[in-house]
């Protein structure tokens, strides 16, 4: 890596939390550095479960850290949540090997967050470069940087990298909502009269629900909440991706910006969402139940996401992947953005030509579930 004037750091934690955090900015939790080393330190995000971290790292002249690209050498395309595997049946097929690849993304996250940590246009040059290297002198097959902010995009796509897109369901209080009372307001009153029934079924079948945050997040509340990951999580994809201990550090270390959302019933927790607060934006990652109470997974994760967003002034909700269901519930499609790097030209061209068909098919599709919202006429932005 030295032509490239980077090096490499293999794991987070070597890195000081307080020089990581001056680069990523405070707005997205899943940029810091409590984030990256809970996954790493917990066993998540390692080489034995097939995410060796490979950090890319430079510094400026007077020797203090300017930039990070985080990384990871990866063996297998599991909890990615941008799906490669028909080109790593190509590279097969042909007799080369996809694995292992170089991925810039932070695992088991489908939410957009800054990959390019770096103030400066050429030290995030730098970085991109530095990726490109690291991929031809250890003749890896390809780079990919999923989930990424406009800015970090366009510093990909000037470097050559292809583009990709995907849809998700964000919900926007582009009305000024202060409130899911007032929200509903903005919808067509069919829809609106099918999430209060909604709303109510759901709280009707419960206790109540409770918001854990901060100290609140204690060994009991990760226990319960386990439970629920485990049994989403093997119904799933089979085994869970994140270990028992990444809830403990997360607890530990960035308790402020979680916000556990649990229903109660029968004096014992039945269900848990799990949300990261951001800057301008509530988070929605797992979730799960360990009863089946109707309605109870959309009044966790969507109609409770929406109340929390009001509730601490945010503007928008990210529920996570897929999912058009959240559509009725007015969660709006939006398209994500990943870059790639494919080193060998043949394959590239190959790459390059399916993209282009993808990326038109997912701007129609966008433009025909955005037509499918449940707002009154001239309500939807």
Not at 314 to 329: D, F, I, S
Not at 340 to 369: G, K, P, T, W
Request: net charge negative; proline share 3%; with cysteine.
């Amino acid at each position: 890596m030295a032509e490239a004037e980077a090096r490499l750091i293999g794991a987070a934690g070597n890195i000081a939390a307080a020089d990581w955090d001056r680069l990523a900015g405070g707005e997205n939790p899943f940029a810091s550095h409590a984030f990256i080393t809970s996954l790493e330190d917990s066993g998540s995000a390692t080489a034995e479960a097939g995410w060796r971290p490979l950090h890319i790292v430079t510094h400026g002249a007077g020797g203090e850290l300017s930039g990070i690209l985080p990384g990871y050498l990866k063996s297998h395309s599991q909890g990615e949540y941008v799906f490669d595997h028909g080109w790593a049946d190509a590279w097969q097929r042909a007799g080369l090997p996809y694995y292992p690849k170089l991925q810039h993304a932070t695992p088991f996250t489908p939410a957009t967050a800054p990959k390019l940590l770096a103030k400066d246009p050429e030290t995030r040059a730098l970085l991109v470069a530095a990726s490109e290297t690291l991929v031809r002198q250890n003749r890896l097959s390809s780079a990919h940087a999923t989930f990424l902010t406009d800015a970090d995009a366009a510093t990909f796509e000037a470097a050559g990298w292809l583009e990709r897109n995907d849809i998700q369901y964000h919900w926007l209080n582009d009305g000024g909502w202060r409130g899911f009372g007032e929200f509903l307001g903005a919808l067509s009153s069919r829809k609106r009269k099918d999430l209060r029934k909604e709303r109510e079924a759901a709280l009707s079948a419960i206790d109540g629900i409770d918001w854990l945050t901060g100290s609140d997040l204690n060994e009991a509340a990760w226990d319960s909440f386990w439970a629920f990951y485990q049994d989403t999580g093997s119904r799933k994809w089979g085994r869970p991706y994140l270990t028992r201990r990444f809830f403990s550090l997360i607890g530990e270390r960035m308790a402020e910006r979680i916000l556990l959302v649990m229903a109660r019933r029968a004096g014992r927790y039945v269900a848990g969402a799990l949300n990261f607060l951001g800057a301008d934006c509530l988070y929605g990652r797992q979730w799960g139940a360990t009863e089946d109470i109707p309605f109870l997974h959309f009044e966790l994760c969507y109609h409770q996401a929406i109340d929390i967003a009001c509730a601490h002034g945010l503007t928008r909700v990210e529920a996570g992947a897929q999912g058009a269901h959240k559509l009725a519930r007015g969660y709006r499609p939006v398209l994500t953005r990943s870059m790639h790097h494919i080193e060998d030209r043949r394959f590239r061209d190959a790459v390059e030509d399916y993209l282009a068909q993808e990326r038109s098919a997912m701007q129609a599709e966008a433009l025909a579930l955005a037509a499918q919202l449940p707002f009154r006429a001239g309500e939807s932005a």
